[in-house]
């Protein structure tokens, strides 16, 4: 796919078909994080590739969903929930650099992901603790991000909104996301 | 071009040739950053655009670069330094989950940059009260990185090296910029 498309139409996925996505494609999309520019080029993040089935279901539990049109994008286990995970792991004094590195490494994964018709939503919300415990995590080190994997069963769409609108999302009538993005224009100063 | 051609392909510049980079260029790099998942989806980052010759140029001289090959990719004013820069605006109080929201956006902006022709290097080593000042930041606003930009006056290539190898990068006899990147398989665990 075009990089620009890839850009365009990649949305967060909340709907995942249940269907395993193939380890050989996690393995692409880890290749592309580790392409993302870090700092010091020091490359401290590792990754954890979950595909087995009871611990994908385990670390869904201690996971956290859309609160913005909850209960409707709440992924419901073995009907609409991810079917693997990418665990992004640091070391538990992770600075604020850090977490930029590890946003410019899961944005590959999910252009790349969106590139192989693969679905995904980035999670900063689950419980933290349990989550290291169920991936056995070398001590000193702690999951700071996970991306959620499958096929997608929904197609949410983007929106254009100028300043002071609402970024809320939304579900219409037809059950589809609204994802409201402000312009270039209400976003930039140019000097 | 491809995405997978963009995230391979994509290195940091710091040698850049003294042609303008058109504004428009520009516009299109923050419509690909807007573009990117972020928290809740609140939107808080904001951009400015830098083109204008002597506000780059101040700019530019409150940056530090490429510690590890200095002073060899510290880009010389006027000769190969940066022709414009998008500064990445946040709040004083910007969370760890707003930088990573930033590195989302930024490496979005950094690959259609590549799909552009255009270097980029993402800096955040610079001299911030000066930068936030040189900008005219509205009150309570700082910057959180900068983006240079500049047609590419270098090519420097990536290799791939496995754990426990060096990470630095270094100047060969042709003064070509070599990137040591772990595998996959020294960055994954497989569950």
Not at 12 to 30: A, D, G, M, N, Y
Not at 33 to 44: E, H, V
Request: net charge negative; glycine share 4%; hydrophobic share 50%.
């Amino acid at each position: 796919m075009e990089l620009a498309d890839a850009i365009r139409k990649r949305r967060s996925i909340r709907r995942f078909k249940q269907l395993q996505v193939p380890e050989k494609l996690i393995h692409t999309l880890i290749d592309a994080a580790r392409m993302a520019p870090c700092a010091g080029n020091m490359q401290i993040l590792r990754f954890v590739s979950v595909t087995e089935k009871s611990l994908v279901l385990s670390v869904f539990h201690e996971t956290f969903w859309a609160a913005q049109v909850k209960p409707h994008r709440t992924p419901v286990a073995e009907v609409t929930a991810p079917v693997a995970f990418i665990a992004v792991v640091a070391p538990d004094d992770a600075s604020a650099i850090l977490h930029a590195d590890a946003g410019a490494a899961i944005q590959n994964i999910l252009l790349c992901a969106a590139d192989n018709v693969l679905g995904s939503c980035w999670i900063g919300a689950f419980n933290k603790d349990k989550v290291d415990a169920l991936l056995d995590l070398p001590a000193g080190m702690k999951v700071l991000y996970l991306v959620a994997l499958g096929f997608p069963y929904e197609s949410p769409v983007m929106e254009n909104i100028e300043e002071g609108d609402s970024t809320k999302y939304y579900l219409d009538d037809k059950d589809v996301l609204h994802v409201p993005k402000y312009t270039v224009e209400a976003l930039t100063t140019w000097k």
